[in-house]
């Protein structure tokens, strides 16, 4: 079964600090995708980023970065120099990939971590 | 592009009554949606996942009776809460799968349900 835990529930932060969100995931697919979504207070998710399981390289886009690291299972996410418009609930998310036997590519969603912003 | 809307975007009902929900993909074809349930501050619970011209499958302890979804086109679905009661109040999230091999699922902005 597959499974995705982000740890952090909540964290606050004031602007310009930079802040990383943990996602910690299980699963048995050699091949899966893994998934940050945003959901501001409009309650809207807002897809951020995909990853493939056979691409390890690190991404940047913007003041986001996102490490992969199949050795611990981890995909974290940083914001740096955060803004009042980065807070939000942050979901992790994991799903089976073509290949997988997935009919469907559910996604496995973590708790979300909600993200404060102080200015 | 991959931009999905839901109507109505808020609804307030009668317990009794039965209320449509409407995911629409906007400028891409979905040959799957799904149709979400998310209670206040938790995570999104998969309720159903629907494919076009086939019946939906339904999630554990989710009522298929309950919970009627249609997926008559590829770029519409439909989510009817029958006989809704307070219980049933929740916002309820759906996605479209971007066909190919990525798998991305794009989310709708969401419905939000109160039954009085």
């Known amino acids: 079964a597959q499974k995705v835990t982000q740890a952090q529930t909540e964290i606050s932060v004031v602007e310009k600090e930079d802040v990383t969100l943990d996602c910690v995931y299980e699963?048995?697919?050699?091949?899966?995708?893994l998934f940050w979504y945003k959901q501001p207070p409009s309650g809207e998710l807002v897809f951020l980023i995909r990853?493939?399981?056979?691409?390890?390289q690190n991404e940047i886009s913007g003041r986001y970065s996102w490490n992969f690291q199949k050795s611990t299972s981890s995909f974290n996410f940083t914001i740096t120099a955060s803004q009042v418009v980065d807070s939000a609930v942050y979901f992790c998310?994991?799903?089976?990939?073509?290949?997988?036997?997935?009919?469907?590519?559910?996604?496995?969603f973590g708790k979300g971590t909600l993200l404060t912003v102080n200015p | 592009g991959a931009v999905v809307s839901q109507h109505p975007s808020r609804v307030i009902c009668k317990s009794g009554t039965s209320v449509k929900i409407e995911c629409r993909s906007l400028?891409?074809?979905?040959?799957?949606m799904f149709w979400y349930r998310q209670f206040p501050k938790q995570s999104l619970m998969l309720m159903a996942t629907?494919?076009?011209?086939?019946?939906?499958?339904?999630e554990q302890g989710v009522e298929k009776d309950k919970f009627l979804i249609n997926h008559a086109s590829l770029t519409l679905s439909t989510l009817t809460v029958t006989s809704a009661h307070p219980e049933d109040s929740s916002f309820y999230i759906c996605?479209?799968?971007?066909?190919?091999?990525?798998?991305?699922?794009?989310f709708g902005p969401g419905t939000r349900l109160l039954v009085l």
């Open positions: 996605s479209a799968r971007l066909v190919g091999a990525t798998g991305t699922q794009y």
């Open positions: 629907s494919n076009e011209g086939s019946k939906a499958t339904y």
């Open positions: 699963t048995r697919d050699t091949t899966y995708y």
């Open positions: 998310a994991l799903s089976e990939a073509p290949g997988s036997g997935g009919s469907n590519y559910k996604l496995t």
């Open positions: 400028d891409f074809q979905a040959t799957t």
């Open positions: 990853r493939n399981s056979f691409d390890e």
